[in-house]
T-cell receptor, first 117, second 111 residues
Framework: AQKVTQAQTEISVVEKEDVTLDCVYE???????LFWYKQPPSGELVFLIR??????QNEISGRYSWNFQKSTSSFNFTITASQVVDSAVYFC??????????????FGRGTSLIVHP | NAGVTQTPKFQVLKTGQSMTLQCAQD?????MSWYRQDPGMGLRLIHY???????DQGEVPNGYNVSRSTTEDFPLRLLSAAPSQTSVYFC??????????FGQGTRLTVV
């Protein structure tokens, strides 16, 4: 079973629209970490945010905001007033204890965001 | 500021050939891992290591081998390349609960 589900395969918006990327995760651990990464067309993976399971405070960074809700096992990402430069594939990831007691991130399949001018 | 250095960036192999993808990190991270990225599949874990001398299998380990003799290095070996191993490979390093730092990726084509 998928540990991290990003149900939206591709989202297309027009510049200046707000867009929310959904992420639903599955874990039995009480201690875990959640991440968002951005992969622009150039291919590198860029870290955006990290959240631990004990910190449900929402976070805002410029046009980016994240909503973490343990009750629904979701960690959604909103881009306000989207720009063409936001066009990328966005990955949500979960880091929990796996066999051997290690924390290794498991990634969702990604959401491709296309922002049209 | 080297971070995670992954080589080569591009590689073309013939079916049956073997090769090693190199990965080195200079952040003294405990954990290192290899992922492959295929269209629509996200990043899938191949193998990982929690420290020198300790490795384990991830989701898609078949056809790959790893070793970790030092904290810094974590090479990935393709034993006998197959077209199904055509993919983009990423090496990553991290500490407990910390974000993963990724290499630039290797685009591998097996013909």
């Amino acid at each position: 079973a998928q540990k991290v589900t990003q149900a939206q395969t591709e989202i297309s918006v027009v510049e200046k629209e707000d867009v929310t990327l959904d992420c639903v995760y599955e874990t039995r651990d009480t201690t875990y970490y959640l991440f968002w990464y951005k992969q622009p067309p150039s291919g590198e993976l860029v870290f955006l945010i990290r959240r631990n399971s004990f910190d449900e405070q929402n976070e805002i960074s410029g046009r980016y905001s994240w909503n973490f809700q343990k009750s629904t096992s979701s960690f959604n990402f909103t881009i306000t007033a989207s720009q063409v430069v936001d066009s990328a594939v966005y990955f949500c990831a979960l880091s929990e204890i796996i066999s051997g007691g290690s924390y290794i991130p498991t990634f969702g399949r990604g959401t491709s965001l296309i922002v049209h001018p | 500021n080297a971070g995670v250095t992954q080589t080569p960036k591009f590689q073309v192999l013939k079916t049956g050939q073997s090769m090693t993808l190199q990965c080195a990190q200079d952040m003294n991270h405990e954990y290192m891992s290899w992922y492959r990225q295929d269209p629509g599949m996200g990043l899938r874990l191949i193998h990982y290591s929690v420290g020198a001398g300790i490795t384990d299998q991830g989701e898609v380990p078949n056809g790959y081998n790893v070793s970790r003799s030092t904290t810094e290095d974590f090479p990935l070996r393709l034993l006998s390349a197959a077209p199904s191993q055509t993919s983009v490979y990423f090496c990553a390093s991290s500490n407990v609960g910390g974000e993963a730092f990724f290499g630039q990726g290797t685009r591998l084509t097996v013909v």
